[in-house]
Structure formats: C-alpha cells, structure tokens
C-alpha cells in the first residue's frame, strides 16, 4: 500500500468507523432562545434526549444552532434527534468555519418528519473550530428548530493509513515497530 501516513494504535474499526460524540467541553448557542431560556442551546449537546434545544416561539426560519470546539476538528458525522412527528426541523444545512465569520457548507439536507436520531453523513477533509447547522424550513410552524440531541464525529482512518502495531516488549514498555 502506497502511503505517507504512519498510524500506531487501535482503532475499533477501519474505514468508514467514526468515533464518539466530540462536543464534550465546547460551547452551544443558537440564534434565539425561548424566554426563559430552558430550551438553551447546550441541552442539544447534553447526552440527555429528556432535554431539548429550542428556538424563541413563532420565531420565522432560517435559523441556527452550533457547536464551538475546544479545538478545530474534521467533523464528517452528524447524527441530530429532532423533538418528535410533526415538531421536527426540515430544510438544514450544516457549515463548517474557523472564525465564526465565514462558513464553509458541508452537507445540505431534508430531515424526516420524526423523532428518530437521523444520520448524516459527508467528506470533510477540514478541521473548522465551528460547526453550524442552519435550518431554513420547519415542519412545525411555532419553532424553527427543536433538537433533542445533536452529535458530531470525525473519521478513523482507514486504508488510506498504514496502520502500524503496537508491541509491548518483556519489561512491559511499549515499542513502536517501524
């Protein structure tokens, strides 16, 4: 196999695998917030599908919600749960950017009219600092975007690595095969 990419380690699985959520220790917001704000943005990125990110009520589309890393990351998986049937987001559009000005678009999408996790996923050779997701219609007329729960990936390489044992020689110290 032809390649310049050396990898040591383990990953589970190999191209096409995709680690778990990243938005751990970042920072959420979203364009608006319904007052009180216990629909803020930072519910969507809780892990806790009994919370739920929400937009200010009859607030017209488009609007946004995104994630800003504690450090720039290739994210090429989103998975996003809207809240239910008939209360979910539709038209979106997910962006990536590394000074909260100027985005880079990463997939354009429909979501299903539902409360399922739906996948989505695309080619992002890039590691953005932002990642916006941008909904621009809504099955429910009252909010713009209601999330459940979002989360992002990167990649594992795959066979475009030359992945490269670890060996753990008789004093139990690793060793890094050339």
Known sequence: MATNKKLY?????????????????GTATQSSTLTPP????????????????QTAYQVACPSWIKYEFTTALAITKVT?????VGQASNAFSIAGSND???????YT???????????FTFTNPTAYKYIKITITSSYWADYCHTFREI?????FPGEEAEWLPIKVDSEGKVVLSP
């Open 9 to 25: 380690g383990l990953f589970p699985g190999g191209q096409g695998e995709y680690s778990n959520d990243k938005c751990i220790g």
């Open 109 to 119: 999408g429909n979501m299903a009219n539902n409360g399922d996790v739906q996948t």
């Open 100 to 106: 909260d000005i100027e985005y880079t678009t990463l």
């Open 151 to 155: 989360e992002m990936m990167i990649s």
């Open 80 to 84: 996003i749960q809207n809240y239910g």
């Open 38 to 53: 216990t629909r803020s943005a930072n519910y969507a990125f809780d892990d806790d599908s009994a919370t739920f990110a």
